[in-house]
């Protein structure tokens, strides 16, 4: 059975949700826009990602947040084209970002996400992505259900499948891919359901999955001088020093882990049990900062010693 990260399950408890944004006319399906109201701020947030000092988050609804002062308030995108739930954002700049979601969405802004265009859509074989990375503004990546790989060289003006080869053992590429992240040299990580990571050593040329060790779904991570860690089901950890060989890592916690992120030297961590982890020297060891009263859905860090924290109702508030 398939075990998917937290915005994958959430963006399929959202189906009913996101038909009533879908509707047929004479040219076929289209989604309506995202609606405006209150009711924004205090919906899902799926992830977050910094623009310049902007902060921008994206969830349920195309749901997009923004803020100007370091997460004190927020308010909404002034233009949305899609109704659907959004799962992940990634910025090249302070300028240009990207967000992705259900039915293959893929929106752009060139104003910071004040405004943002549609630049992908398939909602006749609706596979959610759920990750978005951008090298610079012109090359980025996009993975979701089913192996779903979708890469642009032009910005996202256009985009491009691309085929996966088979993981050890298996006829064909039939993994849910999760988070895609950068680490050092410029090495490219998908954190993927059975404990596995698809990784390009070449700028996204090609591509391998690889077995890290544990067999469940790994559903987040990040990487620094020290290698990449990822992490997932049931607090599972595992680790790497060159993107080749994996070992598990002792977890602080059996709660599963929805996000992890890293600001400088420091690693943080979320979990559905609301706690939130640090860890000061590459991911080896971590420590409980504090526990929230719900499951954190994503963080992003302000600095080494700050973090917002979100939630199914929006930011948690200390």
Same mark, same amino acid.
């Given at each position: ?63 997009i947040l923004l803020s100007d002062d370091g997460g004190a308030t927020f308010r909404q995108a002034a233009g949305v084209p899609v ?75 256009t985009w491009a499948k691309v085929a996966l080869p088979a993981p050890e053992g298996q006829k064909r590429a039939d993994i849910n ?66 993107? #080749? ?51 954190? #859905? ?21």
């Amino acid at each position: 059975m398939r075990t998917m990260t937290f915005a994958a399950c959430a963006a399929a408890l959202l189906v009913a949700a996101v038909s009533g944004a879908v509707r047929a006319n004479e040219g076929g399906v289209v989604v309506a826009p995202a609606r405006h109201g209150a009711a924004a701020l205090h919906s899902m947030i799926l992830d977050a990602a910094p623009a310049g000092k902007r902060i921008v988050t994206v969830g349920e609804h195309g749901g997009i947040l923004l803020s100007d002062d370091g997460g004190a308030t927020f308010r909404q995108a002034a233009g949305v084209p899609v109704d659907l739930t959004l799962t992940a954002v990634s910025f090249a700049d302070e300028r240009n970002g990207w967000a992705v979601g259900h039915g293959s969405t893929i929106l752009h802004t060139a104003d910071g996400g004040e405004h943002w265009d549609l630049q992908h859509q398939d909602l006749q074989v609706d596979q959610p992505l759920f990750s978005v990375h951008f090298r610079d503004k012109d090359n980025g990546w996009a993975v979701g259900l089913w192996s779903l790989m979708l890469a642009t060289t032009d910005g996202g003006k256009t985009w491009a499948k691309v085929a996966l080869p088979a993981p050890e053992g298996q006829k064909r590429a039939d993994i849910n891919l999760m988070h895609l992240f950068e680490g050092e040299g410029g090495k490219l990580y998908v954190a993927a359901e059975q404990g596995l990571v698809l990784g390009s050593a070449d700028a996204g040329r090609s591509w391998r999955f690889k077995k890290t060790g544990v067999l469940a779904s790994l559903w987040s991570g990040a990487a620094g001088q020290g290698g990449a860690v990822l992490a997932g089901l049931r607090g599972k950890m595992v680790a790497t020093a060159d993107g #080749t060989a994996w070992h598990a890592l002792p977890s602080p916690t059996e709660a599963s882990i929805t996000h992890i992120v890293r600001a400088g030297p420091v690693y943080w961590a979320s979990a559905l049990n609301g706690a939130l982890l640090r860890s000061r020297d590459e991911g080896r060891s971590w420590q409980l900062v504090k526990t929230y009263g719900k499951p954190v #859905t994503a963080i992003l860090p302000l600095d080494d010693q700050r973090v917002l924290a979100f939630s199914k109702q929006g930011l948690l508030r200390d």
